[in-house]
C-alpha cells in the first residue's frame, strides 16, 4: 500500500464512522443539543471533562461557550474541569486520581446544571465518578461515548443522552466526538441566538 492510499483510507474511514453515526444518533444530538440550550437559556452552566484527547475536546467545548462558534453573541457559561492544575493534582494527591473531575462537580455543579462527560472508551473512572457526582446534584448528563457505551451507558438516567461513535477505533471516535461538539455548539447558537 501507498502512503497515499493508506491516508486516503484514514479519511474513508472516517467518512464511514461519521455516516453510521449520523444515521443512528441523529435524534439523540438534537435532544443533547435542546438540553444543553434549555440549561443555557435558564441561566445554568456546562461542566466538560474527559482524559487525554478528551480532555483537550472538553476544552474546545468549554472555549467554544464562553467565547464564540461562528456567530457573535454573549458568552456562555461553559466550564472545563481539566484545566485547574491546583485543583487537579491537589484532588489526585489527596484523594485519588479517579476524584479529580467529580469533587469539582460536587463543589461547582448545581441542580440544572449539565455535564459533558467524554470518554472514547465509556469506562474512566473518574468520568464515571464525575457523572455519579453529576446526579447527585441534579444535573443532567450528555455522554460522549465509543464502542459499546462501556459502563457509562449503563449509568444514565432518564434526562440524559448519550452521543455514542459508531467505531471501535479511538481516531475515529474522536473524529466523531469533535463533529458532535461542533453540532452541538452550532444547534445552541441557532436556539439561543437565531440569525433572522
Known sequence: MTL???????????????????????????????????????????????????????????????????RERPGLPG???????????????????????????EALGRAGDVLLAISTSGNSPNVTRAIEAAHGRQMAVVALTGRDGGRIAG??????????????VTARIQEVHILFLHCLCDAIDEQLYPRN
Open 4 to 70: 497515499e492510499a493508506r491516508l486516503q483510507s484514514h479519511f474513508e474511514a472516517s467518512i464511514a464512522a461519521k455516516q453510521k453515526t449520523l444515521q443512528q444518533s441523529l435524534p439523540a444530538l438534537a435532544q443533547a443539543a435542546r438540553l444543553m440550550a434549555a440549561a443555557l437559556r435558564a441561566g445554568h452552566k456546562v461542566l466538560a471533562c474527559g482524559n487525554g484527547g478528551s480532555a483537550g475536546d472538553a476544552q474546545h467545548f468549554a472555549a467554544e461557550l464562553t467565547g464564540r462558534y461562528e
Open 79 to 105: 466550564i472545563a474541569l481539566t484545566v485547574d492544575t491546583s485543583a487537579l493534582t491537589a484532588i489526585a494527591n489527596d484523594y485519588s486520581f479517579d476524584q479529580v473531575f467529580a469533587k469539582q462537580v
Open 155 to 168: 449509568m444514565l438516567r432518564e434526562g440524559d443522552v448519550e452521543l455514542r461513535s459508531a467505531s471501535d
